[in-house]
Nanobody, 116 residues
């Protein structure tokens, strides 16, 4: 079992930046692929970023490459999402995810609102 707590969301103007953090507790953090997803009102949850247990080969959807950066600190059991050049369409609840084999865990989400 893994518990995930996101933080860092808030209101920001278009063009601004935010850094989200996710603190994990429970099983060995370094065993898990970590990811970020988001869900806007009336839309399905979508993939934002993923990072392997060792921290190499981060992966993003093409639409977010260059603006979002995922990183992790296995010693602190945290994963971060640096978001730059934010746009109003980035407004959503952002969720942290931990995945290992068939197991998948989610945080409660943190709201990001980008004003135009």
């Amino acid at each position: 079992q893994v518990q995930l707590v996101e933080s860092g969301g808030g209101l920001v103007q278009a063009g601004g930046s935010l850094k989200l953090s996710c603190a994990a507790s429970g099983r060995t953090f370094s065993d898990y692929n970590m990811g970020w997803f988001r869900q806007a009102p009336g839309k399905e949850r979508e993939f934002v970023a993923q990072i392997t247990p060792s921290g190499v080969s981060p992966y993003y959807p093409h639409s977010l490459e260059g603006r979002f950066t995922i990183s992790r600190d296995n010693g602190k059991a945290t994963v971060n999402l640096q978001m730059n050049s934010l746009k109003p369409e980035d407004t959503a609840v952002y969720y942290c995810n931990a995945a290992f084999g068939i197991s998948s865990y989610w945080g409660q989400g943190t709201q990001v609102t980008v004003s135009s």
